[in-house]
C-alpha cells in the first residue's frame, strides 16, 4: 500500500531542495555579476529580439547544434578507448561494443546522432530554403552554412572508416576511387587521402586525425562565423513584412523553452535508437577479399543508387561533375534566386526547383533501399538452423565470421564453397561418407532439423 | 521585476507564471539530457579501473621433476590481456618440493624494491644482488633490507602437472599486498 503522507512529504522535501539549489544558483549568479558584470552579456545571449514571436519552426538550428555537441562529447569518450591503426582499431571497437560498461551506448549515441545530425541539417535547410530566409542580407549565412553542411558530410565519410571492419573499408575504397576519376588532379587527390597507392594504416590515421582534430577545428569556426553573422543581421522572421513587425519577442524564455524541448525529444530518439538497435560490425577488414560489396551510410545511398545508373564514358558526370555542380548551385543559391519575395507561395520557380531536386534525391533513396531490402530477406529455414547449428554446439569446432573453435572448418562462406544441397544433408547425416577421415560425429537430426541445418550452410556466404 | 529590470523595445515577453513554466521546462529538459549523457560517459569512462586483472592457472611444469628441498626455477608463458590486445609474457617462478610432496612456489621478485633473486647452491640460500637480501629455503628472511617473507604464489599439483596462479605484490611493505 502506498502511504501517502510519505509522497507527500517526499515531494515537499524535492520541491524544498529545489528550490534551494534554484537560490544557491541566484545568488552564485549575483556574486558572479557583481564582480564581471554579466547581466549585459546575458541581455545580449538571451534578449535577442525575435522578429514575429518565438516558434517552432525555429527549432532546427538549435537541434543541429545540439547534436555536434553530443557528437563531441561521445566522440572524446570513444577517443579514451579507439585505436587507430589497422592492426588495433578493430578490437578496440569490439571492445568498446563488448566489454566497457556503457561502451556500445556511447558508439550508439555517436552511431546514430550523425544520422540525426543530418536530418536536422537537412529540415534546418529546408526551412531556411522555405522561408527564403538565405535572400538578402543572409548570404553570407546560407553559403557558410553549406559550408557547414559540407563539413559535416566528411565527417561521416572519414567516420565510416574508422572501426575497421569490412563494411568501412570498402566503402572507403569506393569513396577515394571516386574521387581518383576527377580528371588531371583525381590521381593525386586519392594518393593525398589513403596517404600513398594502397587504403591503409596510413589511410586510417589521417582518416582519424581528420575526423578528430581537423574536422572539428574548421566546424567550430564555421559554426562561430555562421553565428555571428545571424547575430549581425538577425533572424529572418515570417516571410511577410507586416506579420514580422507585428510583434516581436525576446530569445529567453519561450524560444529557449522551445528548443530545450526540441533537443530533449532528439535526445530521447537517438538515445532510444542506440538502446533498442544494436550496431554490429562486419568481419575485420580484409584487403584480399575483393567480393565484398559495401553498402554506404543511408545518407550517401541515393548517390550510390545514381552510380548504378552511369556506366562508361558517361561515369565521370556522376562521379564528380553532378556533384560538383550541385555544390557549386547550393552556395551560389542566393544570387541564382534574385526575387526579392520570400512567400514561397509566390516563389514557384524556386520551389520547383527545389522540389525536384527533394524528389529525385528521395525518389533514388527509395529505390536504394528497396533493393537493399529486396534482396537479404532471410528465410526462417535460415533462422531455424542457426538455431540448430547452436543447440548442438557446432560452434564448439567450427567458425563462423571469427566466432567458434578453429578445429574444423571455418564456413563463414561456405555457400559459396559448397553451394551443393544434397552434398550437405548426405555430410550431416553421415560426415565420414563424404568427408573421409573427418572427426566430426554424426548428430542425431531429425529430417526438418537436416534441412534447416543445410539451410542456413547455404545462406553462409560472403556478403553482398 | 522592478520597472527598471523589464525589457524595453516592446517586445512581448511572457511574464509571471507563464515565464516560471518555460523556466522550469527548460531546466527539466537540461537536466534529462545532462543525466543521460552523465551517467553512460562517465561510467565508461571509469568502469576499467573497477575490472580486476582476470588470472588463470598455468602450467609451469612438471612435479616430477622437482626434488625436495631443492628450488627450482620455473619459466612458463602466460597470457596477458591489456584492454583489447593479448600479449604472451614469459614469467618465472620458484618452486620448491616440500618433504611430503606438496610444492611452495615464491614470486620471483624480491620483497625489498623487486629485484630478481637467485638460489645460491653452496650457500643455501636465497640472493637478491641488488641490495643483498637473503632468504632461506622457505622463504624467510635471513638478511638485509628485505621487509618481509618471500611471496607465496596459490599453487596446486593435478594430474602429476603444477599449477600456478600468478600475482605480483607491492614492494617494500612488511605485508604482502596484491597489486
Ligand atoms: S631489491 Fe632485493 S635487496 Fe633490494
Given at each position: ?56 519552426i ?26 587507430p ?31 540525426a ?72 587527390f ?24 581537423f574536422?572539428?577545428?574548421i ?66 577488414a ?53 526575387n ?8 514557384p ?116 | ?52 586483472r ?5 602450467d609451469v ?68 644482488p ?34 600456478v ?15
Amino acid at each position: 500500500m502506498l502511504d501517502w503522507d510519505i509522497v507527500a512529504c517526499n515531494s515537499e522535501f524535492i520541491i524544498q531542495n529545489l528550490s534551494f539549489v534554484n537560490e544557491m544558483a541566484s545568488r552564485l549568479y549575483a556574486w558572479l555579476d557583481s564582480r564581471l558584470n554579466l547581466k549585459p552579456v546575458q541581455r545580449t545571449l538571451l534578449d535577442e529580439p525575435i522578429p514575429g514571436g518565438a516558434s517552432w519552426i525555429y527549432v532546427f538550428g538549435s537541434a543541429t547544434l545540439f547534436l555536434f555537441v553530443l557528437q563531441a562529447t561521445t566522440g572524446m569518450f570513444l577517443a579514451i578507448y579507439y585505436a587507430p591503426t589497422p592492426d588495433h582499431a578493430y578490437d578496440s571497437v569490439r571492445f568498446i561494443e563488448t566489454e566497457i560498461t556503457f561502451g556500445w551506448f556511447v558508439r550508439g549515441l555517436h552511431h546514430w546522432g550523425a544520422s540525426a545530425m543530418v536530418v536536422a541539417i537537412g529540415l534546418h535547410m529546408l526551412q531556411t530554403f522555405l522561408y527564403g530566409a538565405y535572400k538578402s542580407p543572409r548570404e553570407v549565412m546560407w553559403m557558410v552554412g553549406v559550408v557547414l553542411f559540407l563539413i559535416v558530410m566528411t565527417f561521416a565519410f572519414t567516420g565510416y572508416l574508422l572501426p575497421w571492419d569490412q563494411t568501412a573499408y570498402w566503402a572507403t575504397q569506393v569513396g577515394i576511387n571516386m574521387v581518383g576519376t576527377v580528371p588531371l588532379v583525381g590521381d593525386l587527390f586519392s594518393r593525398v587521402l589513403r596517404g600513398g597507392e594502397t587504403l591503409g594504416a596510413l589511410t586510417l590515421s589521417r582518416f582519424f586525425a581528420i575526423h578528430v582534430l581537423f574536422l572539428p577545428a574548421i566546424l567550430i569556426g564555421g559554426i562561430a562565423l555562421h553565428l555571428f553573422i545571424l547575430r549581425r543581421v538577425g533572424p529572418a522572421g515570417p516571410w511577410t513584412d507586416d506579420r514580422a513587425s507585428l510583434s516581436s519577442e525576446t530569445f529567453a524564455p519561450r524560444q529557449v523553452y522551445m528548443d530545450a524541448v526540441v533537443i530533449a525529444g532528439v535526445f530521447l530518439v537517438v538515445a532510444t535508437l542506440a538502446f533498442a538497435i544494436p550496431l554490429p560490425l562486419t568481419d575485420r577488414a580484409d584487403p584480399s577479399d575483393t567480393s565484398f560489396v559495401p553498402v554506404p551510410e543511408w545518407y550517401f545511398l541515393f548517390y550510390y543508387e545514381l552510380l548504378k545508373y552511369v556506366h562508361g564514358p558517361l561515369e565521370p558526370l556522376a562521379t564528380w561533375i553532378l556533384p560538383l555542380l550541385i555544390v557549386l548551385i547550393m552556395m551560389c543559391w542566393p544570387f541564382i534566386d534574385r526575387n526579392q519575395v520570400r512567400n514561397p507561395i509566390r516563389r514557384p520557380v524556386a520551389l520547383g526547383s527545389g522540389l525536384l531536386f527533394l524528389s529525385i534525391v528521395f525518389g533514388l533513396l527509395g529505390i536504394s533501399i528497396k533493393d537493399l531490402y529486396a534482396v537479404p530477406r532471410t528465410d526462417p529455414a535460415v533462422a531455424r538452423g542457426k538455431a540448430v547449428y547452436a543447440q548442438f554446439g557446432c560452434a564448439g569446432c567450427h567458425r563462423i565470421h571469427g566466432e567458434g573453435g578453429a578445429v574444423a572448418p571455418d564456413l563463414s562462406t561456405v555457400g559459396d564453397v559448397r553451394p551443393d544441397r544434397a552434398w550437405h544433408l548426405k555430410h550431416f547425416r553421415d560426415p565420414q561418407a563424404t568427408s573421409p577421415g573427418s572427426f566430426m560425429p554424426k548428430f542425431p537430426l531429425t529430417d526438418q532439423q537436416l534441412n534447416d541445418l543445410t539451410s542456413y550452410m547455404l545462406s553462409l556466404k560472403r556478403a553482398t | 521585476m522592478t520597472e527598471a529590470e523589464l525589457p524595453t523595445g516592446g517586445f512581448s515577453t511572457p511574464v509571471g507564471s507563464r515565464r516560471t513554466f518555460f523556466h522550469w521546462i527548460t531546466a527539466a529538459a537540461a537536466v534529462f539530457v545532462g543525466i543521460g549523457l552523465a551517467i553512460p560517459m562517465v561510467g565508461s569512462l571509469i568502469s576499467p579501473a573497477f575490472v580486476r586483472r582476470r588470472r588463470d592457472w598455468v602450467d609451469v611444469g612438471a612435479v616430477d621433476e622437482l626434488f625436495p628441498g631443492h628450488p627450482t626455477q620455473l619459466d612458463h608463458v602466460t597470457t596477458i590481456r591489456d584492454g583489447w590486445m593479448e600479449t604472451k609474457a614469459q614469467k618465472a617462478v620458484w618452486a620448491v618440493k616440500q618433504p611430503q610432496g606438496d610444492v611452495k612456489v615464491f614470486s620471483p621478485i624480491c620483497t625489498h624494491l623487486g629485484c630478481g633473486y637467485r638460489w645460491d647452491d653452496a650457500e643455501k640460500k636465497f640472493l637478491c644482488p641488488c641490495h643483498g637480501s637473503s632468504y632461506d629455503v622457505d622463504g624467510r628472511v635471513l638478511g638485509g633490507p628485505a621487509p618481509r617473507p618471500l611471496d607465496l604464489l596459490p599453487a596446486k599439483v593435478e594430474n602429476g602437472r603444477l599449477l600456478v596462479l600468478y600475482k605480483e605484490f607491492k614492494s617494500g611493505l612488511p605485508r604482502s599486498v596484491e597489486l
